[in-house]
């Protein structure tokens, strides 16, 4: 394992065990409405505190893009991505679907990711270029060629309805051209369920970086293909993503690209 990545799953474990602690009593949480539907506990910041302490201990010249923290030392070649419980809302709730999302970009480009999910002590590891792993175990996209017989993850809009209707039209067409859609509520675990192969696809709209930047590498050494709606890499500065293996890939953008506006493609470029 590469020596950043080892550091890095190490500040996963710790902000895992950070929440795994937290949720045998999340009703004493304190809870703050950062917006509308968008929640932020001592959990979420106790987390990414706990991340970026060990990262900079080891690294104390690397930046944090962190979803609390917002930007540090952003001028440094090597950026850490972080979102410290990527399913909040989930977790809020008891529902078992949430995780920490660690990724590092050097130079522009994303070289490591971690995913781990603390419910189901599942870890999730890419190295550019060395392929992705599931606890130590080499995983590869899913191999279906058809988008009809295709599972795929989505996550619906709610905080910002901007492009809800472009959303609704795209599901629309979704639902009717898959045998399932899924909507698990954890974009990273969406994106690393791709790159294991338990799903065939995944898709959203308006995405932050630290909410796809692990998962899309992931995604990409397990063999798949990440982009945007016109099938270009504007994915991590967007916000909107589109991930699968390559057969099924260039069938989601026919079935999602039509139904962006020109306004919005000029937007989304």
Known sequence: MHPMLINAVKAARE?????????????ALT????????????VDRGAEQAIIDTLKYAYPDHGFLGEESGNTNQESENIWII??????????HNFPQYCVSIALQQKGVLTQAVIYDPVRNDLFTATKGRGAFLNDKRIRVANRSKLQTALISTGFP???????????????????????IRRPGSAALDLAYVAAGYTDGFFELNLSAWDIAAG????????????????NESWLTTGNIV???????????????????????????
């Open 243 to 269: 991930a699968a293996n390559p057969k099924v890939f260039s069938q989601m953008l026919q079935v999602l690209s039509p139904h962006l506006t020109p306004a919005q493609k000029t937007q989304f470029a």
């Open 83 to 92: 979102d410290p419980l990527d399913g909040t809302t989930n977790f809020l």
């Open 158 to 180: 709610f905080k910002d309805f901007t492009h809800l209707d472009t959303y609704m039209a795209m599901l629309q067409d979704m639902i009717k051209s898959t045998s399932g």
């Open 15 to 27: 902000a895992g065990r950070i929440i795994n602690k937290a949720s045998n009593d999340v009703g």
């Open 216 to 231: 899309g590498l992931l995604v990409q050494e397990a063999g798949g293909i990440v982009g945007d709606f016109e099938g």
């Open 31 to 42: 809870i703050q409405s950062k917006d509308f539907n968008d929640f932020v506990s001592e």
